[in-house]
């Protein structure tokens, strides 16, 4: 969930140590948005009186079900961060195995004792892992998620190949993501901007295409029951309300930066970038 503020940086594709250094960045300012459970989504509004831990939750189970995991599911959640979601994954649909990886060293470290706190050190393992080089054997998965991350990597094309690769037949892919809307050229948000907090360079000029495009290399790569739904009017449009009013209750520099906060994601939405909801399937004969 990066947000930037403008800069006169060149627009090229982000690398891998920036995104690393950003939520390194990150780590340090988190405050108590979340709540209890460290997550790190927009949230999925489709209930009165959310909050945004709740919503951020919703979002999590979200995937899930999209997925449609369950207790026959070996899960590999790619940009687990906190381990948040696979606590939630544990506790809601009860997969026999979650694993999940990000490169950022100190969201796992801190991840793993979030896990054994809360009871599931047994069943779900983070470690630190690379999402377009995932270091594990073909067909080890039935389910394959990943919650608003796959617009860092290099390249998400790469990515859903790997996804494709460690699925089992008949395996399940969702993941939520932010794309252009169609027809939005892209260089109207990605402008060179440095992300807040971190100063770090971050845009994906090489994954800014439209659900059209994205479909296609799914099915390209191999996958089937392709679906890419715009869910912008559950997630990032509510979440940008409801962080006003958490800004509202704050003061001084705490409150600047979340209204700037504010301000930047209302500019990504009004310049055409959308929030989707991505699932496919592995054919059963692959």
Known sequence: ??????????????????????????????????????????????????????????????????AQMGPSSHVLDVGCGYGAGPVVFARSHKPQSVIGIDVTDVRIETGRDYVAQ????????????????????????????????????????????????????????????MIPKRGVDPRSYMRGNRALLSGQYLDMPVNAYDADTYSRILRDIGFEEVRVESILEQTRIPFISALRRYAEQAEGERRAALEGVCGRLQFYVDAGEDYVLVSARKPATA
């Open 1 to 66: 969930m990066p947000v930037s503020t403008t800069d006169d940086s060149p627009v090229n594709n982000a690398s891998r140590e920036a995104v690393i250094a950003h939520y390194r960045a990150r780590h340090t300012a988190r405050g108590d948005l979340f709540g209890e459970q460290p997550f790190a989504n927009y949230g999925y509004w489709v209930e009165p009186n959310q909050s945004i831990e709740g919503a951020a939750e919703a979002l999590t189970r979200l995937v899930a079900s999209t």
């Open 118 to 177: 809360c009871g599931f050190a047994d069943s779900i393992r983070l470690q630190l892992g690379d999402a377009t080089a995932l270091d594990f054997a073909d067909g080890s998965f039935n389910t394959v998620v990943s919650v608003e991350c796959a617009f860092h990597f290099d390249t998400r094309a790469t990515f859903l190949a790997e996804a494709f690769r460690v699925l089992t037949p008949g395996g399940r892919l969702a993941l939520t993501d």
